[in-house]
C-alpha cells in the first residue's frame, strides 16, 4: 500500500513538471522574441537619432550662403524637433509621421539649395547632405527588419497554443513602423513659374 501511495505521488509530480515545462519553454520563446522586437525598435531610434544629429549642421553650412530663407530653416528646425520628441517618447506612429515631416522639410531645403550652385559645390555640404540621404537607406532598412520582427512576434502570439496563455502572460501585439497618410501623397514643388 505504502509503494501506491509513493507511486501515485510521482506521477502527480511529473504531471506538474511536464505542465511546467511546456509553459516555461514556450514563455521563454515569447520573452526572447519580444526582446528581439524591443532591440529592433532601439535600432530604428538610433538611426533616426543619428540622422536628427546632422541636421544642424546640415543647416548651418546652408545657412552661410543663404540668408534670407530663414522659413526654410525654421521648418527644417521645428521638423528636427519633432523627430527627437518621437523618439523620446518611443511611439513608433509618431516616429513615423515625425520623419515624414523631416524628410519633407528637408525636401524643401534642397529646393532652395539648387539656387546656390557655390553651395552645391561645397565638400562640407555634400558631405552632410550624403551623410543624411545615406540615413534614408538606413532608416528603411531597419524599419522593414523592424516590421519582421513585429510580423514573427504577433504570428507567435496570435496563434495556436500560444494564443490560449500569452495575453494572460502580458504578451500584446505590437504596431508596425508603418508609412504615413502624407508619405503616400506626392510632394510638389512649386518653383515659382
Known amino acids: 500500500m505504502n509503494n501506491s501511495r509513493e507511486l501515485k505521488i510521482v506521477v502527480i509530480v511529473v504531471i506538474i513538471l ?5 509553459l516555461i519553454v514556450p514563455y521563454n520563446s515569447l520573452v526572447q522574441l519580444r526582446n528581439k522586437v524591443y532591440e529592433q525598435k532601439a535600432q530604428v531610434e538610433n538611426v533616426l537619432q543619428a540622422r536628427v544629429e546632422k541636421i544642424p549642421d546640415l543647416v548651418a553650412s546652408v545657412k552661410s550662403y543663404t540668408k534670407h ?7 527644417v528646425t521645428e521638423a528636427r524637433s519633432g523627430l527627437q520628441s518621437a523618439i523620446e517618447s518611443g511611439d513608433v506612429e509618431k516616429m513615423a509621421n515625425a520623419n515624414e515631416e523631416l524628410t519633407t522639410a528637408l525636401n524643401n531645403l534642397n529646393v532652395v539649395v539648387e539656387a546656390y550652385p557655390e553651395l552645391k559645390a561645397s565638400e562640407l555640404y555634400r558631405g552632410l547632405n550624403d551623410e543624411i540621404s545615406g540615413s ?13 520582427i513585429i510580423t514573427e512576434y504577433n504570428n507567435k502570439i496570435q496563434t495556436f497554443p500560444a494564443v490560449m496563455y500569452a495575453g494572460m502572460m502580458g504578451f500584446t501585439p505590437e504596431k508596425y ?6 508619405a503616400h501623397k506626392t510632394n510638389v514643388v512649386d518653383f515659382g513659374d
Open 69 to 75: 530663407e530663414e522659413e526654410v530653416f525654421t521648418k
Open 18 to 22: 511536464a505542465i511546467g515545462l511546456g
Open 136 to 148: 534614408v537607406n538606413r532608416i528603411a532598412q531597419e524599419r522593414r527588419q523592424y516590421n519582421k
Open 177 to 182: 513602423f508603418e508609412a504615413t497618410d502624407e
